[in-house]
């Protein structure tokens, strides 16, 4: 490529223009040059710039937005539901999932710039739950709650919602974001897991009862039949005028006893 520039340029009189090469440097390394050269009265002036910091700096770009094409597409593609604001409440990004959710449970659906107190109160829906929660984070609290959300005239599901402050690369902190799970079925099937838990343990408890007092009255039978048998006894010899028997009879009962 270096061959053909100074063709252009010392035999076919053409001029060249940001043309870039890489020389190797006494100490092993390379660096990239950027030339000009202009051919005039049979010979080229060249001149050349270090470009080395700006491929540097180029590259570093482009590393990082990849990256963060990576992270944009992995947010966007996840179920979870991401919101983001500034210090004024504003929405400052969201993510396909949360978007579609909160028109879903609000009726309206959120954009960037959009004020979070304004579109709630255009839903409709009670605002100072929600807001209270984003005032921690904004005042620097980062932390985990579950709650039920949205308006009650279109739809109120509960989620898992953990707040983290956001900072800039300075660490200023320029607002506040959520990332967000329905757990609603999660909590139905637990409350249903849990029900038949304690009507399990309740009929646990029945049958051990069930158990005691069948043992108890099993065992009160046994004295009581002895008393009786002794009384019908006692009766019999009654009857037949026969009393010096008795004594033994009743000491019987009141060993039952």
Known sequence: ASERAWVDASQRGLPVLRFENRYRTKAGGWRWLSWVAVPEGGLVYCITRDIQDEKDHAAAL?????????LATIVQTTDAFIQVLDRDYRFLATNQANADEFERVYGVRP????????????AGADAQEALALWQRAMA???FTVQGRFGNPAIAVR???????????ADGTQIGAFATGT????RLRQQA?????????RQAQKMEAVGQLTGGVAHDFNNLLAAMSGSLQVMKIQMAKGKAD???RYIEMCERSV
């Open 182 to 185: 329905d757990i609603t079925e």
């Open 245 to 247: 028997c008795l004594p």
């Open 192 to 200: 249903a897991i849990e029900e038949a838990q304690d009507a399990l």
């Open 158 to 168: 509960q989620y898992e919602l953990k707040f983290e402050v956001l900072r800039a």
């Open 111 to 122: 954009a960037l710039g959009d004020s979070l107190p304004a579109l709630l109160a255009r």
């Open 62 to 70: 482009a590393e990082r937005t990849a990256e963060r094409d990576v």
């Open 140 to 142: 620097g609290e980062s």
